[in-house]
């Protein structure tokens, strides 16, 4: 069953039953070594699925709890290895979102729930996104509207020494070092050749990948400006359909048949949201390339906004 949580809509089963989990990944076509985060609705819940949970844990859950903020700890042997990709840890959240948290208590079991998207594609920020890649596919879908951040949470794993940030999310690095001191952040080494490195498994695989090719163009808002246009030019007379994805300042002096602004580049907040629809529309479009103006801040959620254009797009130019 999918429904809504406060970043993006998931796609529930039992975490501790095998088949229940295994038909999640099938709805979705998800490779098998990729694996689930676990919702929970209390602290309690959360013991009866970790070991040797450190303090800085505690104080994690204790400041952002319910919210999206994702604690890799150790897994204690009920939680089966289909939900943690064969991992000895396990992915853990409270979801700040009424109907997740209800669904979770009235349930009596903790929910394993990816994105409810197909693999691959951008994650679901409303139901009908749901409906268009999973229709057919699943049992039922609770409509909880729009979520309210719209990139997925901040996944970080505490069972190192020093905790290491794997996916940014909305709850920053500087928020989380607050709390608990320095963390490293393990993102950045999605990219590397060697998958031995690779420590979330979920950072190996293309994602948030719309149907067109991406191209992010970051800079200072008016040089990408300028290179938005020269790259018009270039393609005014080829048979490639474009589309733009802008913000509220470059899309005031850009005239294209297709093109969206996801919000002002200096409240990433509004780019989160609007992002993955974004995508999804200009891909119902069937535009063949989108340019992606990447001039925003990149502060507090903007991190994640860039993360998640950086992962769907092919190429990045900087200008
Ligand atoms: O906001 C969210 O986190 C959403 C909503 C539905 O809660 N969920 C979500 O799930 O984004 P999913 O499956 O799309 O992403 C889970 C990420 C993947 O990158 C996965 O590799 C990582 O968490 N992950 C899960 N368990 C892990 C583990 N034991 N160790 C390291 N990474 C893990
Ligand atoms: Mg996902």
Same mark, same amino acid.
């Given at each position: 069953m999918a429904f809504p949580t406060e970043t993006v809509y998931g796609l529930g089963a039992n975490a501790l039953d095998k088949e229940a989990v295994r038909a999640v990944f099938q709805a979705k076509g998800r490779p098998a070594d990729n694996p689930l985060i676990v919702h929970v609705a209390s602290k309690q819940q959360c013991c009866e699925l970790a070991l040797n949970i450190p303090e800085k844990a505690f104080s994690l859950m204790e400041k952002f709890w319910p919210g999206p903020l994702t604690l890799i700890l150790e897994r204690q042997v009920i939680v089966p290895d289909v939900t943690t990709g064969g991992l000895d840890t396990v992915a853990l959240r409270m979801p700040d979102n009424a109907i997740a948290i209800g669904l979770i208590r009235e349930s009596g079991k903790p929910l394993a729930a990816p &994105?409810?998207?197909? &693999?691959?594609k951008p994650s679901p920020t409303n139901a009908q996104h749901v409906i268009s890649d999973l229709f057919g596919r699943i049992d039922a879908i609770i409509d909880g509207g729009t979520v309210d951040v719209g990139v997925e949470s901040t996944v970080i794993d505490m069972t190192l020494e020093i905790p290491s940030i794997l996916r940014p999310g909305r709850i920053s690095q500087e928020e989380i070092e607050r709390e608990i001191g320095s963390v490293t952040i393990g993102y950045e080494d999605e990219d590397c050749p060697d998958p031995g490195i690779i420590r979330s498994p979920g950072m190996k695989y293309r994602h948030y990948a719309p149907d067109a090719a991406v191209i992010l163009i970051e800079g200072e808002n008016d040089r990408v400006v300028r290179r938005i246009h020269e790259m018009l030019d270039d393609h005014s007379r080829g048979k490639i359909k474009v589309g733009l994805l802008l913000t509220d300042e470059s899309s005031m002096v850009i005239a294209h048949e297709e093109q969206l602004s996801l919000g002002s580049k200096d409240r990433p907040e509004e780019l989160a949201i609007n992002l993955f629809s974004g995508l999804r529309y200009l891909d119902a479009r069937e535009v063949d390339l989108i340019l992606v103006d990447g001039s925003f801040s990149h502060e507090g959620i903007g991190e994640a906004v860039s993360n998640r254009i950086r992962k769907a797009a092919g190429s990045i130019i900087v200008v």
């Open positions: &994105s409810a998207n197909l &693999s691959g």
